[in-house]
């Protein structure tokens, strides 16, 4: 389907995702939350789709937060539902089964940082600029900011960002584990491009399985962990791509991973 505010690309088994109101700096209104939802729920049955990259348009902003002209008027149950269904799709991706990559180029900020915490990679460029603002605004994160920065970065970052409300340069975000990687601007989408050739071209199997068991790491206790990722493990020698990888290994060869 056509999408009014998302730009969708495929290439060698990338979808690339872009928020497209680059005038309001890709901020998140409803009708951008609900698109967002509908094309990961399009990237997770799509088998063509290994890898997503999820990038704002324009050079000055990932996404520069949920869009405050159009929250400043609900009421308190009309924000939670708002709240719910940014949690829902920042849920859908964070749970997605694929790798996605965040690519900030600039402004990641509210909602954008929440919606970039979702996401598995990080991969800024030294123009990010990364925070959760909402304090300046008399609000909290609604996102999921509060419980994905406390576990991405630790408490303590959790708790500078949201209260202080600055945002922080990209050198910051990474010492701090916000982001993975921070290359130059103009390095930008080499890096995040050969991420994603590296990961499409993984088994798609394993990867979910990493996915999967990383996350659930969050949930559950260490031995429930430890059985989960036992679990995991013995699943992969059901298919193909463990198979070739591990024969490949012998015969000191390059795997072809099928997906199989
Ligand atoms: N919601 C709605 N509109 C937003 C927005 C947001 N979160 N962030 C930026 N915009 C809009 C601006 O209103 C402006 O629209 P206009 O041209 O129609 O007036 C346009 O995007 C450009 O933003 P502008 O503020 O002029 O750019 P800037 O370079 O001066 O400042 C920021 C950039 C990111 C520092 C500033 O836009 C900002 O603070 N945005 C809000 C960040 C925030 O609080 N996010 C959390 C929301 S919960």
């Known amino acids: 389907m056509g999408f009014g505010n998302l730009l969708t690309a495929d290439r060698d088994g990338v979808r690339t995702i872009t928020v497209n109101r680059p005038d309001k700096l890709n901020?998140?209104?409803?009708?951008?939350?609900?698109?967002?939802?509908?094309?990961?729920?399009?990237?997770?049955?799509?088998?063509?789709?290994?890898?997503?990259?999820?990038?704002g348009a324009g050079e000055k902003a990932f996404v520069a937060g949920a869009d405050i002209a159009e929250f400043s008027s609900l009421t308190p149950l009309q924000a939670v539902s708002f709240a719910q269904a940014g949690q829902r799709m920042t849920c859908s991706i964070e749970r997605l089964g694929k790798p996605v990559i965040a690519r900030l180029g600039g402004y990641a900020l509210g909602g954008g940082l929440e919606l970039a915490m979702a996401c598995h990679l990080r991969i800024a460029s030294t123009r990010a600029r990364i925070g959760q603002p909402e304090i300046n605004l008399g609000l909290?994160?609604?996102?999921?900011?509060?419980?994905?920065?406390?576990?991405?970065?630790?408490?303590?970052?959790?708790?500078?960002?949201?209260?202080?409300?600055?945002?922080?340069?990209?050198?910051?975000?990474?010492?701090?584990?916000?982001?993975?990687r921070v290359v130059e601007?103009?390095?930008?989408?080499?890096?995040?491009?050969?991420?994603?050739?590296?990961?499409?071209?993984?088994?798609?199997?394993?990867?979910?399985?990493?996915?999967?068991?990383?996350?659930?790491?969050?949930?559950?206790?260490?031995?429930?962990?430890?059985?989960?990722?036992?679990?995991?493990?013995?699943l992969c020698f059901s298919t193909a791509d463990a198979r070739e990888g591990t024969a490949a290994f012998l015969e000191r060869r390059k795997p072809r991973f099928t997906g199989g």
Request: with cysteine.
């Open 185 to 234: 601007p103009e390095a930008l989408d080499a890096e995040v491009e050969a991420t994603a050739a590296q990961l499409a071209a993984a088994a798609p199997h394993a990867l979910a399985g990493i996915l999967d068991t990383v996350l659930a790491a969050g949930d559950l206790g260490s031995d429930d962990g430890l059985a989960y990722e036992a679990k995991a493990f013995g």
């Open 27 to 55: 901020a998140l209104d409803r009708q951008t939350i609900a698109e967002l939802q509908i094309a990961f729920d399009q990237a997770r049955h799509d088998d063509a789709v290994r890898v997503v990259v999820l990038t």
């Open 140 to 180: 909290i994160p609604g996102f999921g900011g509060t419980q994905r920065l406390a576990r991405l970065a630790g408490r303590a970052a959790a708790l500078e960002l949201c209260l202080l409300g600055a945002p922080i340069d990209a050198a910051r975000a990474l010492a701090l584990g916000v982001v993975n």
